[in-house]
């Protein structure tokens, strides 16, 4: 706790602050911290309310929030390991041994590739993309859909052209005399 709050905070109140953090039941926390238990329900009420004690709470939320919780740069360093294949996992390989038997073995394994190109698009992500190059990605879209927007009005109209000619059969009653 930061030394201003330290200071003011009595070995029961430090103690309250610390079951309080634990439990999140102020009665709870007055009991464990050596209040009676017949006033522990009050005190514990009472002490939420001091501005020292609310103070001293959160300074602890604090501290363990910044020990349990990843930073940014945590979080960016991970991914960029991933990214690189710098880190490896244990898996679980089953080999057959003949004769319906297997075993199984932990065996180190690097990130695949699908798992390293997820771990470069979180990464770009956080970065944001460069505006010129979502520009650029941009117009190739717009000119790929103009051209397969062509490419389907060719087909179509070669279609329509096709269905729209005639079909001659010319018949000779000659040729069935033939036979």
Known sequence: MSGDVAMRLTPKQEAFVDYYI????????ARRAGYSERTARSIGKEN?????????????????KSKRTATVTEAMEFLTSVMRGEITEE???????GDGLSEARLVEKAPS??????????????????????????DARVEKLKIEAEVL??????AAQEASEAVVFEYRREDDDAD
């Not at 898996?91 to 041994?97: D, F, I, S």
């Not at 505006?131 to 941009?138: T, Y």
């Open 48 to 64: 939420l309310t001091k501005p020292y004690i609310q103070q001293a709470i959160e300074a602890r939320h604090e501290e363990i």
């Open 113 to 138: 590739v699908a798992d390293r190109t997820k771990a470069a698009d979180n990464i770009l992500k956080r970065f944001g993309r460069p505006p010129k190059l979502e520009e650029q990605e941009l």
């Open 153 to 158: 009005r060719e087909t179509k109209k070669a």
């Open 22 to 29: 634990e439990t999140g039941n102020a009665c709870e926390a």
């Open 91 to 97: 898996v679980v390989v089953v080999e057959g041994k």
